[in-house]
Structures are given as structure tokens and as C-alpha cells.
């Protein structure tokens, strides 16, 4: 039987190791650094003042000599019967075994064996020291108080941004230099007098009248250089391409090596050897919120200065040196861990200002513009910004600075209800809730401005609206679903319903892309569609048209369009360099989000967006675009393992959509042509104008299948009948094809 104060050491140090491993490996939470360094505090306590307690004497076998007459009654015999059986059946363990198994395992010395004994004590102090060296060693010993550098931010066709640091006035003036790379000819841009501590040393530096698609040098009298190249010219063929990355999440050395610099971040190993491997150089890298985490694994201070000094490590991480990161723009959004975990107090209570701050000055300065229409200048305090480049428009929202407490479990509850319910649940109405609740994630200005994005027709070469939320869309994340969309589900149905709109009437497709949760997930949202019918019902369940409120109209019937890939996509990736929760958290819960893909495992999860242009068939006129999404883990691409998702989306003049869809059976079209076309291969549907002089006037829609090469009649309507024939077109023609 084990003494108390080895019950106390071996509890001890089992606590310390297991916590160590968990802080060290699995996820550096602020519950661990105490809970490590107390257990080894006992442990190390009870080792040292009770060393009579770890020194227990060897086992002693007694043997019966051998010239011993031999004695054996019944009940001898019976009792040795009895223990040789017992021996036969548990296999006995010597003392010197047990210690050893106690000292390596549990940690308990045996001070008749030092050697082993402070081996084991040394693992335990080595543990201790390992977990103040990841809570500290940042912090104490890199303030990067003279930290002196140059990144690109936003870049369009005609300008870019440069946000610079230097800190040493002996530097001042600094004079901006560019230059176009294929030929030496430098220009004078700027001059830079004064950089203070008002904006911690920073400054951000505008190049206009730039050249399209052209590479460009910029130098400083610092000497701090870097290169950028321009993005296409919005009516040029170049631009009917784009490829960026996406991700979220970072924080230095984690998992923790012990060797490595205090300030590596181990994802942009991985970044820089992708973005190298890329056949089309990446556009930038649209990063989703999360870039410090000043309370993870301690919040050592909520100051101004402390904030800073979290953006200043990153960025005086080695790591930036890698091969091909110099000259990858980044663009930025915020969320909570550059202020506080699940952050929603607003943005004018503590300690929002102070960790606002620095994310101006370091990000927001050197983002993209924000929406038209919306007020300008410092004290507008905007932080949601759109821009469009080549064949696709951004709009990237700020999900923390604006947002209230969540909606109660009792509003924001995905189960039925006397209350009214969600639009796109299981029990919605077809219209989405008429009246904006207190609780929202944007705000009413943002939510306006992202409502007004949506409805806006798009340039006949921009085919994808693009949305960056911090946070993910989805409800499907059963775990802190609060802090997600989830939390703000009337408000989540206004945007729904505006994406669903926009892919209807202004024929593109709406594509989000979120971070936060450490893990990856592709989401489809299909769209409620409206029946003529009942007949046509077929494609969801309907829904209980009762009047829910007597002040609305009755809804119409409403079923969910079960085509694959039909409605809004979600990509939610992430970290770049972080943990990943070895549980599962993921779950689908109805037929308003769909799950695609979960994968869950990685340290490093990177998303490249590749949208190309596809040559559609000759004669038509019409233009295919391919959105394709590919998941890289830990630097591999998983595309093997269903990591990458192509969508494939014909588009053409915006009052028609022309469909592509893969498939069989159900996959292949509605009720008037399902049967006919049950081994379809690839069907086309295709509408074609009356020429003059043929009566009577309207459009023709035909449908093609090319395995057999058969046309079908599908329906003709007349000029009078063009809302139904939208309605028809973008329910239950237009699809998206795609590959997991």
C-alpha cells in the first residue's frame, strides 16, 4: 500500500504531466499554466520534505533449505495446491519492478536509486520551465520596441498601400522610392517627416497612376524594400481570373518547440512553401481575424502599450523572412482575440479602444476603402470595407466592433416554438422577419451598407460576390454557437434572404468565407423556393403556410431547392498556426445548412481560391466561370481526401442564366423533364431570343441532352411572361456543379 505522500506526489506529478502535454501539444489555455505549476509546486514539496517516505527496502523472498526434512500434512498439501494454482494465475511483481514503474510513470522517486529519481524530478521542473517559457519568454525578452519593417496591404489596378514602421528619428525623412521592375526608374513618391508614438511609429503609404498587371519596386531611405504587382484591369482578359488565400488564427511557437525562436510562427513555413508552389501567383492573402491572442495563454496586461506590443511580436516574427512572403499583400479583419475571448461589450468599453488601436494603425490604414456611401475619414470610425478585383467583389465584414450581446436561448432556439419562426428553418415562413431585433452582430449602419452590397448589380465580368465574416455563418458549430451567427439568427435571415435574392435576380453567385473556429467546413445554404404547385414540392418539404402574424401577408408554400450546389456557399478555414480541437464540434441540424466537408484535424489549415474563367460552347455567347476552393493541412493538399470543392457556374447576360449540371436521377432537372432525362450525363438548358419577323416574339428555352444528343422543347414565353421565366431559370435551371 503506497504511503499518503506518495498517493500526493504520484497525484501531483500525473497532474502536472498530463496538463503540460494538453498546454504544450494540444491547446494553450490560461486554465493550464497554474494548474501546471501548482501541481509541480506539491509535488516538488512533498519529494523534499518527506524523503523517509521514497526510499522503501527491497523485497525479501524467504527460500526453505534444501535439506530440510519434508513435512507435508492434508492441509499442507491442500494450501500448496491452492497457491501454486494462485501462482499459475497472477504472475507476481517485485518491488524493484513497482518502483520502477512508480519513478518512470507516475513520477514518485526511489532515493535508493538517485539517479532515476532525479530524473524523473527533473522531467517535472523541466515541464514547469517549458510552460513559463511559452507564457513568457515572448513577452520578457521581444518588447520589438525598435522594430523597423514594411508589408503591402491592399492593392488594386491602379494603386497600392505600404504600411511602414521605423522607430528611430535618426532615420527621419525618410523619401519613398518606386520603380517599375522591368526597367530601373525610380520616382520620388514621398517624403515622411515625422512618425511618433501617437500611431506607434507607423505610416501608411499610397502609390496611384500605377499600370495595371505590372510589377512594381518600392525603396526606402531606411533602407526597407519590397515588391508588388498590380491586379488586372477590370476590362481586360487577365481579369477574368483571381486566385487568393484565406485563412485565420495565429499564435507564435504553438505547438511549442523548445529550440524554436519565441516569436516563430510554424504556419508561414507552410505558407511560404505553398505560395511558391501555386502556378498562378496569389493575388493576396485575405485574413480572417485572430492575428494575436493577447489572453491566450495569459492576459498579462489590457494597456495600449501591452496591445501594441502584441502586434509588434507578430510582426517581428523571423518567420516573415521566408521565401515568397515579402511580397504577399494581406488584407485584414478583426475578431475577438484581438480583444477579448467572445468579445461583444461594444466598441467604447474597456478594452476595446486600446485594442482597436494598434489594428487601425497596422491594418485598417493599409485595408481596402470601405463601402461607397459610407462616411469617411478617422473619426468615422468605419472597419468594413469592399472592393472588387477581376471576376469577383468583396465585402468584408467587422463582426466585433459593432455588435451587441446575442439573441436569448429562447429567440436564437433552432427547435419549434409558439414563436415565430426563422426564416429558412425547419418551420419558416417564406419572408424573413420584417422587424430588426436589439441584438446584432453588424450594426445597423454596417448591415445596411452589406444589404445595399448584395442588392447592387455587379460588372458583366464580376460573376461572385464574396462576403469575409470572422466569425462562420453556419449554425452548425454546436459548441459556442452563441459567438457565431448562430447567436444572431434574425439578423443572420435579412442577409440570407438578400444572398438568396442576389443570386436570383442579379444572376451571380454568393460565395462566404469565415475563420475562428480552428477548423474547416464547406456549407451550402439552398434557397426556399417558391411552388406553383404542390406538384413541384418534390424538392423539399412545405411548410405550414398558417398566418403567423396577422400584420403580414400569408406566406406562399416553401421547399428547399435539394439540387447540389444550388444557394450561397460557406468556406470556413482556419488556424494558420494554432491548435485544432480533437473533439468534434460540427454537427448538421436541418435542412437550411447543409454540410459538404468537415475537417476537423490540422495545425495549419490554408484555403486557396482559384476563380477562372471557362470557355463556354462555341456560338453561345454565354461565359463560364469556375470558383475552386482547395484545402491545404499541415502544407499538404488534401484534394485526395475531399479537401477540394470545384463549383462550376455558367454565366452570361444577367436577365438569363445558363445552366451546366452533372448528375444522375434526381440530380437532373425539374419535374417537367426529370423522367426523360434520367440518365442525362450533362444537360443543358438554353434560352434563345426571336429574331424579327418570327411571331410570336419571346424566348425559347430548349433543353439539350449531350449524351444522346436529343433537344427537348422545355417551354416557350412570351416577352409578358419574363418574372415567371426568372423564377423558373434560377430555381430550377441554373445549377453549380461541383467535385469533393
Not at 514594411?150 to 511602414?164: E, F, W
Not at 468565407?513 to 456549407?523: C, M, V
Request: charged letters at 20%; glycine letters at 6%.
Amino acid at each position: 500500500m503506497p504511503s499518503p505522500a506518495e498517493i500526493i506526489a504520484g497525484t501531483s506529478s500525473s497532474v502536472a504531466r498530463l496538463a503540460a502535454y494538453a498546454f504544450l501539444r494540444w491547446i494553450p489555455g490560461h486554465h493550464f499554466p497554474p494548474l501546471i505549476l501548482s501541481s509541480v509546486a506539491i509535488y516538488l514539496a512533498f519529494v523534499f520534505s518527506h524523503p523517509e517516505a521514497f526510499g522503501s527496502s527491497r523485497a525479501v523472498v524467504s527460500e526453505v533449505p534444501s535439506d530440510a526434512p519434508p513435512h507435508v500434512n492434508g492441509n499442507d498439501r491442500t494450501k500448496a495446491r491452492d497457491q501454486t494454482s494462485e501462482a499459475h494465475e497472477e504472475p507476481v511483481l517485485y518491488e524493484e519492478e513497482k518502483s520502477l514503474f512508480k519513478t518512470l510513470v507516475f513520477g514518485i522517486p526511489n532515493w535508493r536509486e538517485k539517479r532515476r529519481s532525479y530524473a524523473t524530478i527533473g522531467l517535472n521542473v523541466l515541464l514547469a520551465l517549458f510552460t513559463l517559457d511559452l507564457v513568457f519568454r515572448g513577452p520578457l525578452l521581444h518588447p520589438a520596441k525598435d522594430l523597423s519593417f514594411t508589408r503591402v496591404g491592399y492593392v488594386d489596378s491602379t494603386s497600392a498601400k505600404i504600411l511602414i514602421r521605423e522607430p528611430d528619428p535618426a532615420q527621419l525623412p525618410i523619401y519613398v522610392y518606386l520603380s517599375p521592375a522591368d526597367k530601373t526608374r525610380w520616382t520620388t513618391t514621398d517624403t515622411i517627416y515625422y512618425l511618433g508614438p501617437d500611431t506607434d511609429y507607423t505610416q501608411a503609404l499610397s502609390f496611384d497612376g500605377l499600370q495595371p498587371s505590372k510589377k512594381y519596386i518600392y525603396s526606402l531611405s531606411n533602407d526597407k524594400s519590397g515588391t508588388f504587382v498590380t491586379a488586372a484591369s477590370p476590362l481586360s482578359e487577365a481579369a477574368n481570373s483571381l486566385t487568393f488565400l484565406t485563412s485565420s488564427c495565429i499564435k507564435a511557437n504553438f505547438p511549442y518547440r523548445p529550440t524554436a525562436h519565441s516569436l516563430a510562427i510554424h504556419g508561414l513555413e507552410y505558407l511560404s512553401k505553398l505560395v511558391r508552389s501555386l502556378p498562378s501567383p496569389a493575388s493576396f492573402m485575405l485574413f480572417l481575424g485572430d492575428f494575436i491572442y493577447v489572453d491566450v495563454p495569459l492576459r498579462l496586461s489590457s494597456s495600449l502599450a501591452h496591445y501594441r506590443s502584441e502586434y509588434r511580436r507578430v510582426y517581428a516574427s523571423p518567420s516573415w523572412s521566408l521565401p515568397g512572403l515579402d511580397t504577399l499583400p494581406w488584407i485584414h479583419t478583426l475578431d475577438d482575440h484581438e480583444i477579448a475571448n467572445d468579445w461583444s461589450g461594444g466598441n467604447d468599453t474597456d478594452p476595446f479602444p486600446a485594442a482597436s488601436d494598434p489594428f487601425i494603425h497596422y491594418h485598417v490604414s493599409v485595408n481596402p476603402p470601405i463601402p461607397p456611401g459610407s462616411l469617411s475619414g478617422p473619426e468615422a470610425n468605419i472597419t468594413y470595407f469592399e472592393f472588387t478585383n477581376g471576376p469577383a467583389s468583396f465585402f468584408m465584414l467587422d463582426t466585433r466592433r459593432y455588435r451587441t450581446d446575442p439573441e436569448s436561448q429562447s429567440t436564437s432556439s433552432l427547435s419549434r416554438s409558439s414563436e415565430k419562426p426563422m426564416y429558412g428553418s425547419s418551420s419558416e415562413s417564406s419572408n424573413p422577419p420584417s422587424t430588426r431585433e436589439t441584438h446584432s452582430m453588424l450594426g445597423t449602419q454596417q448591415l445596411d451598407s452589406l444589404l445595399v452590397y448584395l442588392s447592387a448589380p455587379e460588372p458583366p465580368h464580376v460573376h461572385w460576390k464574396i462576403i469575409a465574416t470572422s466569425v462562420p455563418f453556419t449554425k452548425n458549430w454546436r459548441f459556442g454557437t452563441s459567438d457565431t451567427w448562430g447567436g444572431f439568427l434574425r439578423e443572420r435571415a435579412l442577409i440570407l434572404q438578400a444572398m438568396h435574392d442576389a443570386e436570383r435576380e442579379l444572376g451571380v453567385r454568393v460565395v462566404i468565407l469565415s475563420g475562428d473556429r480552428h477548423e474547416f467546413a464547406a456549407i451550402r445554404y439552398p434557397p426556399p423556393v417558391l411552388s406553383q404547385d404542390q406538384g413541384r414540392g418534390q424538392m423539399g418539404d412545405t411548410v405550414d403556410t398558417s398566418d403567423l402574424d396577422a400584420a403580414e401577408p400569408v406566406s406562399k408554400p416553401v421547399v428547399y431547392d435539394t439540387t447540389p450546389a444550388s444557394g450561397p456557399h460557406e468556406f470556413s478555414v482556419g488556424p494558420l498556426s494554432m491548435f485544432y480541437l480533437p473533439f468534434r464540434t460540427f454537427r448538421q441540424i436541418d435542412n437550411q445548412d447543409v454540410a459538404i466537408k468537415y475537417i476537423p484535424d490540422g495545425n495549419s489549415k490554408i484555403g486557396v481560391i482559384d476563380i477562372r474563367s471557362v470557355a463556354g460552347d462555341a456560338g453561345s455567347g454565354w461565359q463560364r466561370s469556375m470558383f475552386k476552393y482547395t484545402l491545404y493541412v499541415d502544407g499538404e493538399d488534401v484534394g485526395g481526401k475531399g479537401g477540394r470543392l470545384e463549383m462550376v457556374w455558367q454565366a452570361g447576360p444577367r436577365d438569363w442564366a445558363y445552366a451546366v449540371e452533372r448528375g444522375e436521377g434526381s440530380h437532373c432537372g425539374i419535374d417537367g423533364w426529370r423522367q426523360y432525362n434520367k440518365l442525362c450525363g450533362i444537360a443543358i438548358a438554353t434560352s434563345r431570343k426571336k429574331q424579327e419577323g418570327e411571331r410570336p416574339s419571346g424566348y425559347e428555352l430548349t433543353l439539350t441532352n449531350q449524351s444522346f444528343g436529343d433537344t427537348f422543347p422545355l417551354a416557350f414565353l412570351t416577352e409578358s411572361s419574363n418574372f415567371i421565366v426568372y423564377d423558373w431559370f434560377n430555381y430550377y435551371l441554373r445549377r453549380t456543379s461541383y467535385e469533393i
